[in-house]
């Protein structure tokens, strides 16, 4: 099992910054495969990013890209997601997710964080 909990969301006007963090504990946090997911109201749940163990990230959604990046930190059992120049269709909840290397779908999900971008 593994254990997922996110923090660092809240409400930022339109052009700002947030960084969200998710803190990993149970397993062996190098194992995994992290990544990031949203979901807005009324809209079905949609990955953000992704990045393999070797903290190379791996995946981006198009309408991230330049503008987010994903980063882990093995030895503090994190991974984070630094979103720039938010805009307001990134409100969603966060959610942080993680799979073991050898799996073919995410597992594990955190609580997730609200992100609102007001305009």
């Given at each position: 099992q593994v254990q997922l909990?996110?923090?660092?969301?809240?409400?930022?006007?339109?052009?700002?910054?947030?960084?969200?963090?998710?803190?990993?504990?149970?397993?062996?946090?190098s194992d995994y495969v992290m990544g990031w997911f949203r979901?807005?109201?009324?809209?079905?749940?949609?990955?953000?990013?992704?990045?393999?163990?070797?903290?190379?990230?791996t995946y981006y959604a198009d309408s991230v890209k330049g503008r987010f990046t994903i980063s882990r930190d093995n030895g503090k059992n994190t991974?984070?997601?630094?979103?720039?120049?938010?805009?307001?269709e990134d409100t969603a909840v966060y959610y942080c997710a993680a799979r073991l290397f050898t799996a073919?779908?995410?597992?594990?999900?955190g609580q997730g964080t609200q992100v609102t971008v007001s305009s």
């Open positions: 909990v996110e923090s660092g969301g809240g409400l930022v006007q339109a052009g700002g910054s947030l960084r969200l963090s998710c803190a990993a504990s149970g397993r062996t946090f979901q807005a109201p009324g809209k079905e749940r949609e990955s953000v990013a992704r990045i393999n163990r070797g903290r190379a990230p991974v984070y997601l630094q979103m720039n120049s938010l805009k307001p073919l779908q995410f597992d594990y999900w």
